[in-house]
C-alpha cells in the first residue's frame, strides 16, 4: 500500500517537470498559433548551456539559472525577431517546417560540440536529501523543489496572462494582429516577447532536467512529446489544465513503471489516448467564442 | 479657408488589393478639428482609403503627408503611434478580452490628452456598468461604443471611423452619432465612412463621394442638395 502512495506521490512531482515542458509550448501556440517542432531540443539545449556555465564558473546548477535563463530569453527573441516571424502567416505549415528544421539542426550542433556521451549536472547534497512525510513515505527535496517551482511558473504566467499590460497585448495579438497593430502593438516585437517568456521557462526545465536524470542530444523529441501531451490532456489554452496534464501524466508513468520498468513510457502514452479518446477537449479546456 | 497646412493631406493615392485597383489618383485633405464624410456606394473606395490611412493598404511615401510628415507606407502601428485612431468595420473587438482591457490596450500607446478611462465611461456611461463583462456579451451598439472608445483612449489628431451604424438600428445609431460632437470638441479630427448619408451629411462640414476609386463630388456639407449626391453617388 505505502509503495503505492509513494509511486503516485512521485508521479506528481516529476509531473511538475513535465507542466514546465508544457507551459512554454502551451504559451507560444496560444500566442501565435506556432507549433514548436524544436521545443525539446530547446530544453536539451538550455541543459548544455546550464553544463557550460555550471563547468566554467564552478557554481551549481540552481545558481546556473541566473544566467541561463536571460540568456535563453535572450535567444528566444532574437529566433523569433530574425527567423520565425518570417514564416508566420496563414499557412500553418512553414513555422512547422521551419522548427521541424531548427530541431534538427540544434541536435546535430549539440553532437558536435559535445558528443552523443550522456551528461549530467550535479547539484550535490540535495540530490540526495529526503524528507520523510510519515512512515514508509518519504518525498526527495529535488523533486519537490522541482514540483513548487513548476506551481510558481504557471502561476506567474497565469498573473502575467491575465493581470498585466504584457498579458493584454498577448492576448490582444492572439485574437486579431491587424486590430491589435492598429493599437500601436508591433506584433513582431509581441511574438518575440512571447518566445523570451517561453525559453525563459524552458531553460528553468531544462536545468531540472538536467539534475534529475542524464541527458545527451538527442533526448529533445521526447521532451517534446511529453509537453505536447500535457498540453493536450489538458485542454489547450488553459494554463492550470496544463499544469494538471503535466501531473496526469507523470502519475500515469510512474504507476506503469511500478508495475514494469518498461511499461513507464508506454503507460504515459496510453493515459493520454484513453483522455483523448473520451475528453478530446482536455481536462480544463477554455471555451473561446 | 485658413491658409495653414492641412492636418491629412493624401495626394494622388493610388490603392490595390493584388492586381486590383480600388483608388485611382484620389487626393483628399483635412484640416484640425474638422470633420469629413466619406460616402459613395459598396465598392466605391471608402474603406480602402482608410485602410491605406492607416497603413493596413500599400501607399507611396508621398500619398499621405500627416501632421506634416510623410506616413504612406509605414507600419501599422507606427502610423497609430503618430495619433491616427482607426474603428474598423465590423468594431474589430477583441474577443477574449473584457470590455474596460479592449479599453486599456486602445490606451496602451500612452499619448497624452483628455481621453482615459474616466472620460470615456463619462462619454459613454454603459460602459462603465458593463466594463468587466466580456466584450461579445455586449448589444451591437454598445460594442461600436466600445470600439470607439478605444479608438479614443490613445488621445488621437485625427479619428477614422468606418461604418459606425453598420447592422445598428437607426435609434442606436442616432445615439452614438449623437456623441460625436462632443469628441470632436474636444478637437479630436473626424473622417467618417458611411453609408447613412443623412446622417453623415449632419455630422461633418465637409463631404466627399467617392465613385469607382474616384472623388467624384467634394463641397461643404449644408451646401449639397439630394440631387448632386445622387448623381454624383450613382454616377449618373
Known amino acids: 500500500m505505502m509503495d503505492w502512495v509513494n509511486v503516485l506521490l512521485q508521479g506528481v512531482l516529476v509531473g511538475g517537470l513535465y507542466a514546465m515542458f508544457a507551459a512554454g509550448l502551451s504559451l507560444i501556440f496560444g500566442v501565435m498559433r506556432l507549433v514548436n517542432i524544436a521545443h525539446g531540443d530547446l530544453i536539451v539545449l538550455a541543459a548544455y548551456v546550464a553544463l557550460v556555465v555550471t563547468e566554467t564558473l564552478g557554481v551549481g546548477p540552481l545558481t546556473s539559472l541566473v544566467i541561463v535563463v536571460p540568456l535563453m530569453a535572450a535567444i528566444g527573441y532574437a529566433l523569433q525577431r530574425l527567423v520565425l516571424n518570417r514564416t508566420l502567416g496563414d499557412d500553418l505549415l512553414p513555422p512547422l517546417l521551419v522548427t521541424f528544421g531548427l530541431s534538427v539542426i540544434i541536435q546535430n550542433g549539440l553532437l558536435e560540440l559535445f558528443t552523443a556521451d550522456s551528461r549530467k549536472l550535479q547539484a550535490g547534497d540535495i540530490e540526495v536529501a529526503t524528507i520523510r512525510l510519515f512512515e514508509g513515505v518519504y518525498v526527495g527535496v529535488l523533486p519537490l523543489l522541482q514540483f513548487t517551482v513548476a506551481l510558481l511558473i504557471i502561476a506567474a504566467l497565469q498573473f502575467v496572462f491575465y493581470r498585466t499590460a504584457l498579458g493584454r497585448a498577448f492576448r490582444a495579438t492572439a485574437d486579431s494582429q491587424a486590430v491589435a497593430q492598429l493599437m500601436g502593438l508591433d506584433n513582431r516585437h509581441v511574438f518575440a516577447l512571447a518566445m523570451a517568456l517561453s525559453l525563459a521557462v524552458v531553460a528553468i526545465a531544462g536545468v531540472f532536467l538536467a539534475v534529475r536524470a542524464n541527458f545527451d542530444p538527442a533526448i529533445g523529441p521526447a521532451r517534446l512529446l511529453f509537453g505536447f501531451e500535457a498540453v493536450i490532456i489538458g485542454g489547450l489554452g488553459s494554463l492550470w489544465g496544463t499544469f494538471a496534464g503535466g501531473v496526469v501524466l507523470g502519475v500515469a508513468q510512474a504507476a506503469g513503471a511500478h508495475l514494469d520498468p518498461g511499461w513507464q513510457i508506454l503507460a504515459g502514452h496510453l493515459a493520454f489516448l484513453v483522455i483523448l479518446a473520451v475528453r478530446p477537449e482536455g481536462l480544463f479546456p477554455r471555451i473561446r467564442t | ?236
Open chain 2, 1 to 236: 479657408m485658413s491658409s495653414e497646412p492641412p492636418l491629412l493631406a493624401v495626394q494622388g493615392l493610388n490603392a490595390f488589393y493584388g492586381d486590383f485597383q480600388a483608388l485611382f489618383g484620389l487626393s483628399m485633405d483635412l484640416r484640425a478639428g474638422e470633420a469629413v464624410a466619406v460616402i459613395g456606394a459598396n465598392g466605391a473606395g471608402k474603406s480602402t482609403l482608410l485602410k491605406s490611412i492607416a497603413g493596413l493598404l500599400r501607399a507611396a511615401p508621398d500619398a499621405i503627408v500627416f501632421n506634416g510628415t510623410r506616413i504612406g507606407g509605414l507600419p501599422v502601428h507606427a502610423v497609430a503611434a503618430r495619433g491616427i485612431a482607426f474603428v474598423p468595420e465590423g468594431r474589430g473587438l477583441f474577443a477574449s478580452l473584457s470590455v474596460e482591457e479592449n479599453l486599456l490596450i486602445g490606451g496602451q500607446l500612452k499619448r497624452t490628452g483628455p481621453w482615459n478611462l474616466q472620460s470615456v465611461y463619462k462619454l459613454f456611461p454603459v460602459l462603465a456598468e458593463r466594463r468587466h463583462m466580456p466584450s461579445t456579451a455586449l448589444s451591437g451598439g454598445q460594442q461600436q461604443m466600445v470600439a470607439i472608445a478605444r479608438g479614443l483612449m490613445s488621445n488621437p489628431k485625427l479619428l477614422l471611423c468606418d461604418e459606425i451604424s453598420l447592422g445598428l438600428a437607426p435609434i442606436v445609431v442616432r445615439d452614438i452619432y449623437a456623441r460625436l460632437p462632443a469628441i470632436v470638441n474636444e478637437g479630436i479630427s473626424l473622417v467618417l465612412v458611411e453609408q447613412d448619408v443623412v446622417q453623415a451629411l449632419k455630422a461633418t462640414q465637409r463631404v466627399y463621394c467617392l465613385q469607382e476609386g474616384r472623388v467624384a463630388l467634394t463641397g461643404a456639407a449644408k451646401d449639397l442638395t439630394r440631387e448632386v449626391i445622387a448623381a454624383a453617388y450613382f454616377g449618373m
